[in-house]
């Protein structure tokens, strides 16, 4: 999957989801292209990976099929988007994989399984009470979790910086990249009636 395979995949389903052949939401990435190639080069395929609402490039790039994921999003499951193997799960609940795939990093280690565990996360899901807590047990219990913080600046559509005052600093096994948001929250800024 190069820049352009994942650009032309989001063009793909802005043009079905305008064509109202998607009856669901969608969450569409863009202008992060770069950043995410090269995070994805140190994941392997064996590890696990967890991504949201906005999961289309995450999955590409992890390995799931092309075709299944587009199937999967024409059943409405755009912010669902979920395989066993590569092993992929996402979810549109703000916050809501973090205790998840906690959970895995523990079983991995209780089963002395080598395999990583990747979460990807919003910036404004990284200043959620959730976020801290699953970070802090992560850290005590030293399990082989990454968090990758997608800074587009945007709680949906409020500026996270303006309000949240976020002043964290670098966290261990968390890493940030930024990004300009191309598309918006949500849909492709064309009003749909089904
Ligand atoms: C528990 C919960 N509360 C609220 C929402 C509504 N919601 C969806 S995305 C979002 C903001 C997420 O911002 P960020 O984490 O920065 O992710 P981005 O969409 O910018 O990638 C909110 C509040 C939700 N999906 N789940
Ligand atoms: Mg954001």
């Not at 990758?148 to 968390?174: H, R």
Request: contains cysteine.
């Amino acid at each position: 999957m190069n820049k352009n395979d994942l650009i032309n995949f989001e063009l793909d389903i802005k043009n079905l989801y305008e064509k109202t052949k998607i009856k669901a939401p969608i969450h569409l990435s863009g202008n992060n292209e770069e950043q995410l190639i090269k995070i994805f080069k140190k994941i392997k395929k064996n590890d696990w990976v967890f991504s949201s609402w906005r999961s289309h490039y995450h999955a590409l790039l992890h390995g799931v099929k092309k075709k299944d994921i587009k199937n999967q999003i024409l059943k409405g499951r755009s912010m669902s988007i979920c395989s066993n193997f590569p092993k992929f799960y996402s979810s549109s609940i703000v916050g809501g994989t973090l205790p998840i795939a906690l959970g895995v990093a523990m079983a991995n280690k209780r089963k002395y399984k080598k395999d990583k565990v990747w979460v990807f996360i919003g910036d404004m899901t990284y200043e959620t009470g959730v976020f801290h807590e699953t970070h802090k047990y992560a850290i005590q219990n030293d399990l082989n979790i990454n968090f990758i913080v997608e800074d587009n600046d945007m709680s949906t559509n409020t500026p996270t910086s303006k309000i949240w005052k976020n002043k964290t600093k670098a966290l261990k096994n968390v890493q940030k990249y930024k990004y300009k948001r191309k598309f918006p929250h949500h849909g492709t800024g064309s009003w749909i009636l089904f």
